[in-house]
């Protein structure tokens, strides 16, 4: 920014050169008192109107900066509400009772008590769940966008405040150069010409520096935009359709899932409709999320169907595997004994192979040997051990 106007780089840059390669060395008798005296008032006056421009420039600066803060506590607060809608949907999917939600309903939702009596308004029409999540998804992109405007408002404001304090900077400095030369004597060399060729000379400087760091981040950028479109034309090669090779073993590990689902008790739905999705590898019912739209104990029953499933299928096609499962608490969520018979039974299985799987329980040795049956299973009884026991059996509390 030159004079309150953006100029480009080369102008600037050019303008800069032909006031730091001026070798005059006028002396101040050369100038004269008069002219000192005009080219201060000059400066002083252009300090003042720089103060002054710099001063709303900072007001601006001062506002866009509160107007980001709050946006962003407004668009926090519509994206926790909207989050709270998403999970009012989901408990309603899973069968939660709509009464709740039913502001024309005349009883407190709290304590049921009768509104009857207490003096309200009609509050008119009330949106559902879904037309309230679409109206914050709009505010929501409303705000983003004043948001991103507010920024950019910011960004030039900050840019104009720092041109003008240079501005400032080297106007202040000329004044006490030219004060110095309207005491100096004649034959003494004017300070005022000295100081707008350094001043020239050092703003030179910086914008040299700046021109050249801007130009290593161009380069790095082209670096980047060249790997970008290398990597884009190796992707291109790539055939669009999945190989029957992986289509394979995804089905395999479908079937696999399901089969286990199955037999561990999975009743959140029908087993055969969760698949393995072909992006991510794992397993999903469309248009449903397995992680909440199922029951806690379901959820359990996924998760060591489809990791056991992996180091199954792993096994079956030879492909690498370390051949060993973790599993903290199969039975989570009150999963009954049949189903956890059938889901420890189904891991034991593992020795067959040659891999190891190692479950944690709080079921009894005795328990777990009946569950087992004949499985091939190595039962540890760590006993006591597992509790945190006091190091002392006295009570502070009791004195």
């Known amino acids: 920014m030159v004079d309150e106007e953006w100029r480009s780089d080369e102008e600037v840059l050019g303008r800069l050169q032909n006031s730091a390669a001026s070798e005059s060395e006028a002396h101040v008798g050369e100038i004269g008192q008069e002219q000192l005296g005009e080219r201060l008032s000059e400066q002083e006056n252009e300090l003042s109107r720089l103060t002054t421009m710099a001063r709303i420039v900072e007001q601006n600066l ?57 003096e309200a308004g009609h509050v008119g029409p009330v949106l559902d769940v879904d037309a309230t999540i679409s109206l914050l998804s709009s505010q929501l992109r409303t ?17 104009s405040y720092r041109s003008i304090q240079r501005s400032v900077d080297t106007c202040r400095t000329e004044i006490k150069a030219l004060r110095h030369d309207l005491v100096a004597p004649e034959d003494f060399p004017s300070s005022g010409e000295i100081a707008k060729r350094v001043a020239a000379e050092v703003r030179l400087a910086e914008f040299a520096r700046t021109l050249d ?30 190989p029957q090779e992986d289509n394979h073993r995804r089905e395999l ?27 991510t590898l794992r397993p999903e019912r469309e248009g449903l999320n397995l992680d909440t739209d199922a029951s806690a104990s379901d959820v359990v029953r996924t998760k060591i169907a489809y990791l056991n499933g992996i180091r199954e299928v792993a096994n079956t096609l030879g492909t690498p595997h370390p051949g060993f499962l973790m599993l903290d608490e199969p039975r989570q969520h009150e999963l009954d004994e049949g189903h956890f018979r ?35 299973a190595n039962v540890i009884d760590v006993g006591s051990h597992r509790l945190i026991r006091p190091e002392s059996a006295e009570d502070a509390m009791d004195y």
């Open 62 to 118: 001062t506002l866009n900066e509160r107007q980001m803060a709050a946006l962003e506590s407004r668009i926090t607060a519509l994206q926790d509400e909207k989050t709270k809608n998403q999970d009012i949907k989901t408990l309603l999917r899973l069968g939660a009772s709509i009464d709740v939600l039913d502001m024309t309903n005349a009883d407190c939702p709290t304590c049921h008590q009768s509104l009857a009596n207490v």
């Open 143 to 159: 705000f983003e966008e004043m948001r991103r405007q507010a920024h950019e408002a910011a960004t030039e404001s900050r840019a």
């Open 213 to 242: 760091t801007i130009q290593d981040l161009l380069d790095e950028m082209q670096d980047i935009a060249n790997s970008i479109f290398e990597t884009r034309a190796e992707l291109s090669s790539i055939p669009q359709v999945t």
């Open 253 to 279: 590990l479908e079937h696999v899932v399901r089969e286990q689902l199955t037999d561990f008790g999975f009743s959140s739905y029908n087993a055969n409709m969760v698949s393995i999705d072909e992006e």
């Open 342 to 376: 059938a889901t420890l039974r189904r891991l034991a299985r593992c020795s067959e192979v040659g891999d190891q799987i190692i479950a944690t329980s709080a079921a009894s040795v005795d328990a777990l040997a009946v569950m087992l049956g004949g499985a091939e």
